[in-house]
Antibody, heavy 122, light 109 residues
Framework: EVQLVESGGDLVQPGGSLRLSCAAS????????MNWVRQPPGKGPEWVSY????????YYADSVKGRFTISRDNARNSLYLQMNSLRAEDTAVYYC???????????????WGQGTMVTVSS | QSALTQPASVSGSPGQSITISCTGT?????????VSWYQQHPGKAPKLMIY???NRPSGVSNRFSGSKSGNTASLTISGLQAEDEADYYC?????????FGTGTKVTVL
C-alpha cells in the first residue's frame, strides 16, 4: 500500500524550532518529487515547500523562506522539514504530499499523509 | 498572491448535479491548464479528484468532472451521493507557487 506517515508535530513556543519527518512506503520514494503542505485550523491548504527526487532543486513559499528547510534521505525513504523561528501563524496541520507530475515545482498532490499538528503558542 | 475564490457552500439533493466554481486570474487559473481539485472529509487529508483541469486519477468516480473557461475553473459532481458531502478545494499552478482555493462546503440535502 502506498503510504506517507508524518511525525514530529508538537506544541512549541514562538521562536522555537521543530523537525517534522515523513516516512514513505509502498512506492519508489527516490523517483518522486515531494512537498510539504500545511492547513491552518478551519482554513484551506497552503503549499509550503518542494524538493526534487534527488534533492537538487528546492522551493519555498515566501511565508516560510529563510526559516524552514526541506530535505530528504532516499536511503531511508524519508522526507523532512526543519522549522525554525516559529510564529503563531505557522500553527497548522502539516502534510507531506507526493507530486504526481514531475518538473513543475509542486503542483499535483496525489498521495497525502495523515498530517501532524504543529501548534505555536506561549 | 491571493487564494483562488470559491463559493463558501453549495448544496444539492441526492441524484442531482452541482457545480463548484474556482476563480483566479490570468497568472494562475487562466494562464495554465494546471488546475486540480481536492475532496476533504472532516479530520482527513485532502484527496486528489481532478488534475490538469479535467483528468481523473485512477479510482476516482466518473461522476466527478472538471472544466475551465478563462480565469474560472469548475468541478461538477453528477448523481450527488451522501458520501460526496465534504469540503472541496481547487488549486492552480503558478510560476511562484501552487495556489489553493478558499474552499467550498458541499452539503447533500
Amino acid at each position: 500500500e502506498v503510504q506517507l506517515v508524518e511525525s514530529g508535530g508538537d506544541l512549541v513556543q514562538p521562536g522555537g524550532s521543530l523537525r517534522l519527518s515523513c516516512a514513505a512506503s509502498g512506492f519508489t520514494f527516490s523517483s518522486y518529487e515531494m512537498n510539504w503542505v500545511r492547513q491552518p485550523p478551519g482554513k484551506g491548504p497552503e503549499w509550503v515547500s518542494y524538493i526534487t527526487s534527488s534533492g537538487s532543486i528546492i522551493y519555498y513559499a515566501d511565508s516560510v523562506k529563510g526559516r524552514f528547510t526541506i530535505s530528504r534521505d532516499n536511503a531511508r525513504n524519508s522526507l523532512y522539514l526543519q522549522m525554525n523561528s516559529l510564529r503563531a501563524e505557522d500553527t497548522a496541520v502539516y502534510y507531506c504530499a507526493r507530486d504526481l507530475k514531475q518538473g513543475r515545482g509542486g503542483d499535483v498532490f496525489d498521495i497525502w499523509g495523515q498530517g501532524t499538528m504543529v501548534t505555536v503558542s506561549s | 498572491q491571493s487564494a483562488l475564490t470559491q463559493p463558501a457552500s453549495v448544496s444539492g439533493s441526492p441524484g442531482q448535479s452541482i457545480t463548484i466554481s474556482c476563480t483566479g486570474t490570468s497568472s494562475d487559473v487562466g494562464g495554465y491548464n494546471y488546475v486540480s481539485w481536492y475532496q476533504q472529509h472532516p479530520g482527513k487529508a485532502p484527496k486528489l479528484m481532478i488534475y490538469e483541469v479535467s483528468n481523473r486519477p485512477s479510482g476516482v468516480s466518473n461522476r466527478f468532472s472538471g472544466s475551465k473557461s478563462g480565469n474560472t475553473a469548475s468541478l461538477t459532481i453528477s448523481g450527488l451521493q451522501a458520501e460526496d458531502e465534504a469540503d472541496y478545494y481547487c488549486s492552480s499552478y503558478t510560476t511562484i507557487s501552487t495556489l489553493f482555493g478558499t474552499g467550498t462546503k458541499v452539503t447533500v440535502l
